[in-house]
T-cell receptor
């Protein structure tokens, strides 16, 4: 069974204080690792997809990296508007079918203070 | 491009009552998903459709939950009878067919069972 664990559960930063969020996973045949952002009262908003170890993607102040066991979401010089819950999810081989579901972690609640 | 639409946005019901949620996916997305997100947790897949057919309903409590996707577009998720533990956000997502494709989420329906 696919499993995803995110740490820390909550992270409080000062504006401009860079940090990283961790996503540890076990999956049978990784098809994709996904990062989403979720604001209160809204659905998850897609950020990145990573497909293989060593891959990196960037968007504004966010950079996602992937190894065979973990993914990191690096936040550089965060601003208050980056405050949200960040969700990591994996899509596996689903026993050889082509219908792999997303298995989510519990999320990291990020708060950035001005 | 229009996103995933869901209604209603909020619903409050008494236990043992029934409730239904509606989802309209992104145009051209043949795969549709219903997730349940309990407060403080990541989303959990309930059921996955490809066109009209169910491809994964292994985590759907079939004694009380049902879902259908008529004509391969809109979908309805029903709970009958509702229990207190069904209080959660019900998220609908859609994607192109196949693994590795991004799932795009709607705003969710927040259900409170009293």
């Amino acid at each position: 069974e696919d499993q995803v664990t995110q740490s820390p559960e909550a992270l409080r930063l000062q504006e401009g204080e860079s940090s990283s969020l961790n996503c540890s996973y076990t999956v049978s045949g990784l098809r994709g690792l996904f990062w989403y952002r979720q604001d209160p009262g809204k659905g998850p908003e897609f950020l990145f997809t990573l497909y293989s170890a060593g891959e990196e993607k960037e968007k504004e102040r966010l950079k996602a990296t992937l190894t065979k066991k973990e993914s990191f979401l690096h936040i550089t010089a965060p601003k208050p508007e980056d405050s949200a819950t960040y969700l990591c999810a994996v899509q596996g081989n689903a026993g050889g079918t082509s219908y792999g579901k997303l298995t989510f972690g519990q999320g990291t609640i990020l708060t950035v203070h001005p | 491009e229009a996103g995933v639409a869901q209604s209603p946005r909020y619903k409050i019901i008494e236990k043992r009552q029934s409730v239904a949620f509606w989802c309209n996916p992104i145009s051209g997305h043949a795969t549709l998903y219903w997730y349940q997100q309990i407060l403080g947790q990541g989303p959990k897949l309930l059921i996955q459709f490809q066109n009209n057919g169910v491809v994964d309903d292994s985590q759907l409590p079939k004694d009380r939950f049902s879902a259908e996707r008529l004509k391969g577009v809109d979908s309805t998720l029903k709970i009958q009878p509702a229990k207190l533990e069904d209080s959660a956000v019900y998220l609908c997502a859609s994607s192109l067919v196949g693994t590795g494709h991004t799932q795009y989420f709607g705003p969710g329906t927040r259900l409170l069972v009293l």
